[in-house]
């Protein structure tokens, strides 16, 4: 089991940038599928990107490919979500999660992963 502790997001106006990092502790870093998702009150969470150590693949939901890239850093065990030209619609709570490298699920799903950090809010207005 890995324990996930986020920091970074906070408030910004549309067209800024913002990044969140994920820090993982209590199993090797390597050996995990690692996401962010979103979830927004009264929606359900979705997938915004993951990222896997087979082959450094990465995968971005198309509401926000080209503006947010999602990477690692193993040496600090840390998961990272750099998000740039930024809308009211990317307005929501954020969470990293962790999961199996290999599953049956798709990388959007929230059933394939075991662990979330806390989340924290991002929040993009005028």
């Known amino acids: 089991q890995l324990q996930l502790v986020q920091s970074g997001g906070g408030s910004v106006m549309p067209g800024g940038s913002l990044g969140l990092s994920c820090a993982a502790s209590g199993s090797a870093q390597s050996g995990y599928f690692w996401a962010w998702f979103r979830q927004s009150p009264g929606k359900e969470r979705e997938g915004v990107a993951a990222?896997?150590?087979?082959?450094?693949?990465?995968w971005y939901d198309n509401s926000v490919k080209g503006r947010f890239t999602i990477s690692r850093d193993n040496a600090k065990n840390t998961l990272s979500l750099q998000m740039t030209s930024l809308k009211p619609e990317d307005t929501a709570m954020y969470y990293c999660?962790?999961?199996?490298?290999?599953?049956?699920?798709?990388?959007?799903?929230?059933?394939?992963?075991?662990?979330w950090g806390q989340g924290t809010q991002v929040t993009v207005s005028s």
């Open positions: 999660a962790a999961g199996r490298l290999y599953s049956g699920y798709p990388w959007y799903s929230p059933s394939r992963y075991d662990d």
């Open positions: 990222i896997s150590p087979i082959r450094n693949d990465t």
